[in-house]
């Protein structure tokens, strides 16, 4: 991917990496996509601050484009598994204010004198991998076959994706062992221990599968006691109602709004898998989609309010409060306006009907 970039203007680099945020989150999910774009960021920017800048605005990008697809970020992901969305709904709903909640920020910030003028000469790295473009490409569409392949055999998504996985780890050790003879590689014992799917198996982060596991063990209580169907109720009784009469939003914009800014500080993780055990309503109902967008862009507010910030401030060494002063204004546009174009286009979509 770093070969691609050609362009020393800071401000062509901030549009270029945000929307390679916004669309690679939306395959590999936004997590992903942070770790790889900001590794390429630190190949590329030599400057502290800049690079901070850059890290924020990859950060809001890639949280608005895991919101519009049902891969792209642990909460719509949870939504779709549970049959509260379809990717083809949430897609229609969702994509237009993801669009907006990344591009206002980003247009922005171009405008700042942070992004004025160009970096440093680009180095491109000769030592490339013949097959890492293959790899690369073999990867991207073996996830994009995941939602075609629930749609199309109605099998949990995890079959689509283990098959996915069988897939991508044949053809790599197929390639990784052409580069031994065969009789030598029968008979190296060094040889065994090339094997590219157990490397990469080895580097899974287990301690973040066991948040996750944590989390959702810790709401299903919640609610197979009943607790999480009592709150739901108290926050409709004593939330007033904002958004549309038609019947099917069922749940007030404003509590929906709470729960996105609530993700920022929380993690939307745990806040979406309460709202599946609060809220009794149908698959494909408007507010399941509010959910998803505001849940998945409403963390980017503050640096630890999502997996994705999580990690850029690990890799960067992001300041709590300095990205809460320079970047958190702007994630907080980004969200309300994107809030308000859903709301518009909702609207719209239901009066069309």
């Known amino acids: 991917m770093k070969s691609f970039i050609r362009t020393k203007s800071k401000v062509r680099l901030l549009w270029l990496f945000s929307t390679l945020a916004f669309v690679l989150s939306a395959i ?26 850059f890290a924020g605005l990859i950060v809001i990008a890639a949280n608005a484009g895991g919101a519009w697809s049902p ?8 939504l779709w598994i549970a049959n509260k969305v379809s990717a083809n709904q949430l897609i229609i709903h969702v994509l237009l204010p993801s669009i907006v909640c990344y591009a206002l920020p980003t247009l922005i910030a171009s405008r700042l004198s942070i992004f004025k003028g160009n970096i440093e000469e680009i180095i491109v790295e000769d030592n490339v991998n013949t097959n890492s473009a293959l790899m690369f490409y073999l990867g991207l569409g073996g996830i994009l076959f995941v939602p075609l392949f ?25 390639l990784s062992n052409r580069r031994f003879k065969v009789g030598k590689a029968m008979g190296d014992h060094d040889g065994s221990h090339h094997s590219p799917l157990h490397k990469s198996l080895s580097k899974i982060e287990m301690p973040s599968l066991l948040f996750f596991l944590g989390i959702l063990m810790a709401v299903a209580a919640l609610e197979s006691l009943g607790m999480l169907y009592d709150f739901a109720g108290s926050l409709e009784a004593n939330i007033p109602y904002l958004g549309t009469e038609h019947a099917s939003t069922k749940i007030s914009d404003l509590v929906v709004l709470l729960l996105g800014a609530g993700s920022a500080i929380i993690d939307n993780v745990p806040l979406v898998a309460a709202s599946i055990g609060m809220f009794q309503i149908g698959m494909d109902e408007p507010a399941w989609h509010f959910i ?13 309010g999502s997996a994705a910030g999580v990690v850029a401030m690990g890799m960067e060494k992001i300041d709590f409060f300095w990205y809460l002063k320079k970047i958190g204004g702007l994630a907080l546009i980004g969200f309300l306006a994107g809030s308000a174009v859903f709301v518009v286009l909702r609207d719209f979509l239901l009066n069309s009907h």
């Open 71 to 78: 891969i792209g970020d642990v909460t719509t992901t949870m």
């Open 28 to 53: 590999i999910d936004n997590l992903t996509a942070t770790i790889v774009l900001i590794t390429i960021l630190q190949k590329i920017v030599s400057d502290k601050e800049t690079r901070l800048w």
């Open 150 to 174: 629930k749609t199309l055999t109605h099998l949990p998504p995890y079959v689509g994706m283990m098959l996915s996985l069988a897939v991508v780890a044949a053809v790599a050790e197929f």
């Open 292 to 304: 998803a967008y505001a849940a998945g862009t409403g963390g980017s507010i503050l640096i630890i």
